[in-house]
């Protein structure tokens, strides 16, 4: 489907790197940095020149450091190492410019990101976890189950890693990747302050937005930490009944209860919900789902994106036709609930989450 020639494959390029015993300085906020080189006797703001090096200029050794003594590089290698990442696999799309990439971690699991170009700038949509252990039935990045959360440096450098290939900024980032991002919620908030940090890549949270299958007691969390950024929310079904087969999730918390995880959401951050609805043929796209849908969602601060559902061959779902998706769109703005049918991007690449993975894993065996 693909341009030959737009997949790189940079396997031999082995970028393996001494990290075992060490401690992953990327990962690492200001303040922290700040403390353990105190321990050291560096003397204030040595931290800022290494965070800014790290976060803003992005360096991948120790010896880029320019202003640093020889001897405290030296010191910080012994101690520390600079996470990266390595590129295995880029598909470029010829359609519409979206570069999927398949991306090998330190430890040489895998993960995938994706970089769409809008007129307004080019949106990164990264992974958060090798793997999932949520158990959607649609889903391509559950089937192989769940390895480990990524680190904080692993999800920034997802970002560093497509900004540095491209030569251009990243102005979005999307946490709708492989994995639940609020299932490594920890690892989640450092990553979004470090991100949006002033002395580092210090993209605004304004431009990001989390995607979840509906972790309740994790958005109320979330919900407190009034981050301003944009949540949107797996649904997938107008009912309990519907979304309990497609998504176990919602055995442990079902749809009332994360409605109202969401409502107070827009409660505390004034930011209005985004739910993602994948319309799946004779599942949950009939017109009578859609109104159920609008009747749930009455009165709520939310928009609801419609997703023609993305075929994973081991699931056997289809999407339904172009006809019977805008009736369904149509059939929820006739209730009044904001409804658009997603733009597909990369189609000639397969950009459906997780299935680059799961092809590299099944040839490696
Ligand atoms: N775990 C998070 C984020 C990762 S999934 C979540 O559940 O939101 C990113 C989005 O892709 C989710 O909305 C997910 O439900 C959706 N998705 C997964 N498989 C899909 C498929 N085959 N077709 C369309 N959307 C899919």
């Given at each position: 489907m693909y341009e030959k020639g737009a997949v790189i494959d940079l396997e031999q390029h082995e970028q393996q790197f001494d990290w075992k015993g060490k401690i992953d300085i990327k990962s690492l906020e200001l303040e922290e940095l700040n403390r353990q080189l105190a321990e050291m006797g560096q003397p204030k703001f040595r931290g800022k020149q290494i965070y800014s090096w790290l976060h803003?200029?992005?360096?991948?050794?120790?010896?880029?450091?320019?202003?640093?003594p020889a001897a405290l590089r030296q010191q910080l290698m012994e101690r520390y190492y600079i996470n990266r990442l390595c590129i295995i696999k880029k598909l470029v799309s010829k359609i519409d410019g979206t570069q999927k990439y398949l991306l090998r971690l330190k430890d040489n699991n895998c993960v995938e990101a994706v970089l769409m170009r809008y007129k307004y700038g080019n949106s990164v949509c990264i992974s958060t976890q090798v793997g999932c252990r949520m158990g959607c039935k649609f889903c391509a990045s559950t089937l192989a189950g769940w390895i480990r959360s990524l680190d904080v440096s692993e999800m920034l450098d997802e970002i560093y890693t497509l900004t540095q290939d491209s030569g251009e900024r990243v102005s979005n980032v999307v946490?709708?990747?492989?994995?639940?991002p609020l299932d490594n919620y920890d690892n989640v908030m450092k990553f979004l302050r470090i991100l949006s940090s002033p002395e580092g890549y210090n993209l605004s949270l304004r431009h990001l937005s989390l995607s979840t299958c509906g972790l309740v007691d994790k958005i109320y969390e979330f919900a407190d930490q009034k981050l301003g950024l944009t949540l949107s929310i797996s649904?997938?079904?107008?009912n309990d009944e519907i979304r309990s087969q497609t998504m176990p999730v919602n055995k442990r918390y079902p749809m009332e209860e994360l409605l109202k995880a969401c409502r107070y959401y827009f409660k505390q951050t004034g930011r209005r919900i985004s739910f993602e609805y994948a319309l799946i043929e004779g599942v949950n796209d009939e017109l009578r789902h859609a109104n159920e849908l609008a009747d749930r969602l009455k009165g709520m601060a939310a928009h609801v994106n419609l997703i023609p559902v993305n075929p994973v061959k081991e699931r056997g779902f289809k999407r339904g036709s172009r006809q019977r998706i805008e009736a369904f769109q149509k059939a929820l703005e006739a209730r009044g609930v904001n409804a658009t049918v997603r733009r597909e991007l990369g189609a000639d690449i397969n950009a459906a989450c997780g299935q680059l993975r799961r092809e590299y894993d099944q040839q490696q065996g």
């Open positions: 803003e200029k992005r360096v991948t050794s120790f010896d880029e450091m320019s202003n640093l946490l709708m990747g492989i994995g639940e649904l997938h079904a107008p």
